[in-house]
């Protein structure tokens, strides 16, 4: 994965998540996968609160992990998610990842909750995976 194609994603999904390209900067090319998940989402939805797990220990064997590719959990806060459905909400994730979909993660597990949802108590089970 080249940083070239890497930062012309990320900049379209920046655009598509409503910030600018400025925004979105590849990381280097020696990142671990999840360091790259991280900057990646940290660029595109700016979340005020972001837990990553590799969970790919725990699927050893799997045809993703045969693959290459990683099993991960993410708990994500960002103001880019009010208004949005759930459905929604995990399609903006993957759309920000979608290089990474591609070459590093075959599984994904979304939460993505609103600052809102969250001090208020209101992240009910309907919005995780």
Request: net charge positive; proline share 6%; no cysteine.
């Given at each position: 994965?080249?940083?070239?194609?890497?930062?012309?994603?990320?900049?379209?999904?920046?655009?598509?998540?409503?910030?600018?390209?400025?925004?979105?900067?590849?990381?280097?090319?020696?990142?671990?996968?999840?360091?790259?998940?991280?900057?990646?989402?940290?660029?595109?939805?700016?979340?005020s609160e972001m837990q990553l797990d590799d969970e790919s220990h725990l699927h050893a064997?799997?045809?993703?992990?045969?693959?290459?590719?990683?099993?991960?959990?993410?708990?994500?806060?960002s103001e880019r998610f009010a208004g949005l459905r759930s459905i929604a909400r995990h399609r903006l994730v993957y759309q920000s990842l979608a290089d990474l979909m591609l070459t590093d993660i075959h599984a994904l597990n979304i939460t993505a909750l609103t600052p809102?949802?969250?001090?208020?108590?209101?992240a009910g089970f309907s919005q995780q995976s």
């Open positions: 994965m080249g940083t070239g194609n890497n930062t012309q994603s990320l900049s379209a999904a920046a655009r598509a998540a409503g910030g600018s390209p400025a925004e979105a900067q590849a990381p280097g090319p020696a990142a671990s996968r999840s360091d790259r998940i991280r900057a990646t989402l940290q660029n595109v939805l700016a979340p064997g799997h045809a993703g992990a045969r693959e290459g590719k990683g099993h991960f959990r993410v708990r994500i806060v809102d949802e969250v001090h208020s108590g209101t």
